[in-house]
């Protein structure tokens, strides 16, 4: 019952095509790395609405995973996002293997493992990816260095060792990235450097998509990166943001809603 999670991606030139990329020609590197996770969180939205909009079971199976979201265009949350991209690295030939995290937003108590990233070997050295989190998180990969400060597409971040294998990624704000240590940072999440299988994260997923208690069940969370900030969209009010100027709309019809799904996130949903 588990083997779709391990089939190759359908297609990759499709998938490439997705991304507005070309297939990788010469040696992998940091940088094409970075190109690949700039451009996924750009075309591909984080987006929660089978679950919400549908009531629909999350299947994680390659074949499933491309369908939706290179064949029908739309998104996906982060045990769907990570795991295509996941083995698109792979198959790339990146060094690549699928993490366990949790998120660190303050919501009064400690948050279950209940997200996925991708830790990334290359050149001896260890880098967290991360193209399925609906939040502020850099366009690019992020060496495992205690203490990093890194400032991606403006925004400042910085990397923290913690108690055996975990890590910590804090966001510092806007722009520079000597901010961090400020009374305006924000823990973003927490995340093990220690490779996980493929099946780890059924059950969980099935928690995240099915439980009463999960944040997925309970409003819609869309967000995509542009090219100048994001746009997003949390319960009923749509944000796009510009250089780190917000300007928020309340959706107040069905029509708006799928308007705005349509014109800033690439999204056309079939009728409920």
């Known amino acids: ?8 991606i359908p297609d990759r030139a499709r998938y490439w095509d997705r991304l507005g990329m070309d297939e990788p020609a010469g040696p992998l590197d940091a940088e094409t790395l970075d190109r690949m996770i700039a451009a ?5 939205p984080f987006e929660n609405l089978d679950i919400v909009d549908f009531g629909r079971t999350i299947d994680l199976g390659m074949p499933a995973l491309f369908d939706k979201m290179i064949a029908r265009r739309r998104g996906g949350y982060c045990f769907e996002l990570n795991a295509l991209f996941c083995m698109l690295l792979a198959e790339t030939g990146f060094d690549a293997a699928p ?3 949790r998120s660190l937003k303050n919501r009064g108590y400690t948050q279950p493992i ?6 990334v070997s290359l050149d001896g050295e260890k880098l967290f990816c991360d193209v399925g989190y609906g939040g502020p998180m850099p366009a690019c990969a992020l ?3 205690d203490g990093l400060r890194i400032v991606s597409c403006g925004q400042a971040f910085r990397m923290d060792r913690q108690d055996g294998p975990w890590w910590k990624l804090t966001y510092c704000g806007r722009e520079d990235a000597k901010a961090c240590g400020s009374d305006a940072e924000e823990a973003v ?10 099946v780890d994260f059924v059950p969980l997923s099935h928690f995240c998509s099915t439980h009463p208690d999960s944040v997925f069940t309970q409003w819609r969370n869309v967000n995509r990166r542009t090219d100048d900030g994001s746009v997003s969209i949390v319960g009923d009010v749509f944000t796009k943001t510009v250089h780190g100027e917000k300007k928020r709309v309340t959706i107040e019809s069905e029509a708006q809603y799928r308007t705005i799904l349509e014109k800033d996130f690439g999204i056309e949903l079939p009728g409920r």
């Open 1 to 8: 019952m588990y083997e779709e999670l391990y089939q190759p």
């Open 40 to 44: 996924h969180q750009r075309a591909i």
């Open 99 to 101: 993490c366990f995290a």
């Open 114 to 119: 209940a997200h996925r990233g991708t830790i």
């Open 143 to 145: 060496p495992l260095e």
């Open 189 to 198: 999440m927490a995340f093990m450097d220690l490779p996980q299988d493929e």
